[in-house]
């Protein structure tokens, strides 16, 4: 069965995907877009449950495929600053990109092809539907609708396979150049546009298939599962979440706790339309985090958090409040993965009173 958003994305070793390549364009970060405004009211679970686990048709289709859309663009956008401004943090997770996000009709699982055409135009050609703020795409003028043509004179490909094939077309290109020459199509009209490579964190974000309240982090991507975003009151809360699983990848995190295959796991099961629900009651095979990861990835966070522009004077709050709701004893919640909150508490006070006075002395943000 192919994903629920299957996404235009870098391949990662090791994967679902396969083949190992260099990321070029980005899972994330549409700030402009031909999709419905990320600000748009978020279902509750409840509610995003009925659309989401049973097979629409029809209309039912293309309400349910603007449910998705609308969380996953969330995502998106919530995590592009941090993508973004911390590339040096993350080190040899950081990639080159292009900058912006390209899909077809057959982007999305076979429920949601034709929507797919209906509400979003896409058909056989790959075509832009989001643009990264501040990027190379977004300065030379790649826009939503952009038709993809050619990489560096090589016909882009159509189809059910474009997105595969377009990624081992474009990985050489961005290994080896600082900008990559566009042909797309406009308004019936071929344009040539010279993309600059954008570097950046090249972390994939994802939206979990499920109603439990947590998040992971394999290595190379980042869930954050639908129950997790109805319990965020804000998009600052789900930055907090998306820092600490980027903080987790960046330290090794869950190769180091052996849980790297449980974790790919359990988001290649949660991107599904129909995820096997089962393995939130075991807990997948997930092992908890240890106090020494936790409070290094929770510090690293911090610096992340700051670094793209977010207040981290809330974080600690959320975090309890988080496992006052979800305690250590509800398998598959975010406590049960990381149980240590009071130590992890204390661990965040100190890296805030840190970053502050390196606020306050105008010294760069660096852990």
Not at 87 to 93: E, H, I, S, V, W
Not at 97 to 118: I, M, P, Q, V
Not at 144 to 165: F, H, M, S, T, Y
């Amino acid at each position: 069965m192919r994903t629920l958003l299957h996404h235009f994305l870098p391949l990662q070793p090791a994967s679902r995907y396969g083949l190992m390549v260099l990321p070029m364009l980005l899972v994330a970060c549409a700030t402009q877009q031909s999709v419905p405004p990320s600000q748009a009211p978020l279902p509750a679970p409840s509610e995003s449950a009925q659309v989401l686990t049973a097979p629409p048709t029809g209309t039912a289709s293309m309400e349910a495929l603007k449910t998705l859309v609308q969380m996953q663009d969330r995502l998106d956008r919530i995590a592009a600053p941090l993508l973004l401004k911390n590339a040096d943090l993350c080190k040899t997770q950081a990639r080159n990109l292009l900058g912006f996000t390209a899909k077809n009709r057959y982007s999305y699982s076979s429920e949601f092809t034709d929507a797919a055409s209906n509400l979003f135009g896409l058909q056989e050609r790959l075509q832009v539907i989001g643009v990264l703020g501040g990027s190379g795409a977004a300065l030379v003028g790649i826009k939503p609708g952009d038709v993809l043509l050619k990489a560096e004179d090589k016909d882009l490909p159509q189809g059910q396979n474009a997105e595969r094939i377009a990624a081992t077309i474009l990985a050489p290109m961005v290994s080896r150049k600082a900008s990559v020459k566009m042909s797309v199509l406009r308004n019936g009209e071929a344009l040539q546009l010279n993309v600059p490579l954008t570097r950046a964190c090249g972390f994939r974000v994802e939206l979990g298939n499920a109603d439990n309240v947590a998040s992971y982090a394999d290595g190379a991507r980042i869930m954050i599962t639908r129950g997790m975003l109805g319990f965020s009151k804000s998009d600052e809360e789900v930055a907090f979440l998306i820092a600490k699983e980027m903080a987790h990848n960046a330290l090794s995190h869950p190769a180091k706790n052996r849980s790297y295959s449980a974790m790919a796991a359990m988001i290649d099961n949660l991107i599904q339309v129909k995820p096997d629900l089962s393995l939130l009651i075991t807990g997948g095979g997930i092992k908890a985090y240890p106090l020494e990861m936790d409070a290094a990835s929770d510090h690293l966070a911090l610096y992340m958090l700051a670094r793209a522009g977010y207040s981290i004077e809330n974080t600690r709050l959320f975090w309890q409040r988080l496992a006052d709701q979800y305690p250590q004893s509800v398998l598959s919640s975010h406590t049960a993965l990381h149980p240590n909150t009071s130590a992890r508490i204390t661990a965040m006070a100190k890296a805030a009173s840190e970053i502050r006075s390196k606020q306050a002395a105008k010294k760069v943000l660096l852990p």
